[in-house]
């Protein structure tokens, strides 16, 4: 069988290497997932009794990042055929290829249950030989010990056991750095690669990054360039990604938050409120879309028509547009000031906020969003930097009602 698959030649040399630790970090938009997603198909697909475990720090992450890779791979490859080749398993998760019955698997290191669990896999066909360690900067080293003692025992002759770890390299002091990146060693495997080399990326993309070299360059050092850096004065520290409900009967009460945009995303978040902690349940994000568009892309989504949907008050003739087609759409009043702005994330950060895993640009957002840095003084000010914030303004503003209710007040 002979299969076309397009790649960046970048990656030539991990995907051909046989050492034991594959460590990649890189840019976002560097194209490093996309590649080892599209990599363990092929070698899966290639050598019999091969296994792939894949691993998020939560496990619930996986689903929307490194199956969601996987599963892209398989249909880019082989289309409305796909099924033909690998069999898709929604729950639990988990991917065979009918060839050979290789297996790919995924698992959390978020909990000594987890762990557990993972120390107790086995396979019907052949052995664990292959790890793909995701967003692997989540993970402690006691974590990537327990995932490293797994692969061990004699394999048949030219096959080999393989750590993977993909991230984007955000703290210098982090301990992956400290022990792959500081000591060469014979086993390991070291790579870089940023969005420029990847030759898939769009004009846009390019432009958003470039223009975030100039308004955010620590972000632009770690997210553009791909090198060890440190995201100080982040803005909120109170969330965690959990597999919480989307249905809005589950909470005390609902509303949406949307921020407009074309070149730039146009954000709508579903967001609920219970016992006084924020829930963001769904997200809407899209590009180059018009308002027709979105609405048609809500509907679709089951964004309800009759909760309240706060958006930004700069654009009136979009509102009338979704006003139009049945949704609670009003403007934020926002104060003519970047006080309300500041209001809006002290209120936000008096509260823990949970994001379902589903919401996969949300949480790249509030992993970057930060304050501005005076470069005189290298202080941090009171205002956000602008830049990769349209799901941070759709949260700010879906709060907006009850922010200003005394029933929520702190």
Not at 79 to 84: L, W
Not at 294 to 321: G, N, T
Not at 372 to 395: C, H, I, N, W
Request: aromatic residues 10%.
């Amino acid at each position: 069988m002979k299969i076309k698959v397009q790649a960046n030649p970048c990656f030539k040399e991990v995907d051909r290497s046989t050492k034991r630790y594959i460590v990649m970090k890189g840019s976002a938009g560097s194209g490093k997932s996309v590649d080892t997603a599209q990599h363990y198909i092929l070698r899966l697909m290639q050598d019999k009794g091969r296994n792939l475990v894949c691993i998020r720090k939560s496990d619930i992450t996986n689903r929307d990042s490194t199956f969601a890779e996987l599963t892209g791979a398989i249909y880019r490859m082989f289309g409305d055929k796909a099924e033909q080749y690998w069999k898709i398993t929604q729950s639990p998760l988990k991917l065979t290829c009918k060839a050979n019955g290789n297996q790919i698997i995924f698992r959390g290191m978020n909990d000594e249950k987890q762990r557990e669990k993972l120390k107790s896999i086995t396979f019907q066909k052949g052995k664990l030989t292959d790890v793909w360690c995701e967003e692997a900067t989540e993970l402690t080293q006691a974590d990537l010990e327990i995932i490293d003692d797994r692969l061990r025992g004699k394999l048949p002759e030219g096959q080999f056991y393989q750590i993977r770890l993909t991230f984007n390299p955000v703290n210098k002091n982090h301990w992956i750095k400290k022990v792959f990146w500081d000591i060469p060693d014979k086993n390991t495997l070291c790579h870089h690669s940023t969005y420029l080399m990847n030759r898939f990326v769009d004009d846009a993309y390019k432009q958003r990054m470039e223009r975030r070299k100039i308004v955010d360059p620590e972000g632009y050092t770690i997210y553009g360039l791909g090198e060890w850096g440190e995201i100080g004065g982040l803005i909120l520290h109170n969330w965690e990604v959990k597999d919480i409900s989307q249905d809005p009967v589950d909470y005390d009460d609902f509303a949406i938050g949307q921020d407009f945009g074309f070149n730039h995303a146009n954000a709508i978040l579903p967001v609920g409120i219970k016992d006084d902690d924020i829930y963001i349940t769904k997200e809407l994000y899209e590009f180059e879309k018009d308002t027709s568009e979105l609405i048609e892309l809500a509907v679709k989504r089951e964004i309800d028509r009759k909760k309240q949907m706060w958006c930004d008050s700069a654009e009136p003739d979009r509102i009338k547009m979704w006003q139009k087609a049945g949704f609670r759409a009003r403007g934020v009043d926002k104060g003519g000031s970047a006080g309300s702005v500041k209001a809006q994330i002290d209120w936000l950060k008096q509260r823990k906020i949970y994001v379902h895993p589903s919401c996969v640009n949300t949480i790249k957002e509030l992993q970057q969003w930060k304050w501005k840095k005076d470069d005189r003084t290298g202080e941090y000010l009171d205002e956000p930097v602008s830049f990769q914030d349209d799901a941070m303004a759709a949260l700010r503003y879906s709060v907006e009602g009850w922010r200003k209710q005394k029933k929520w007040m702190v």
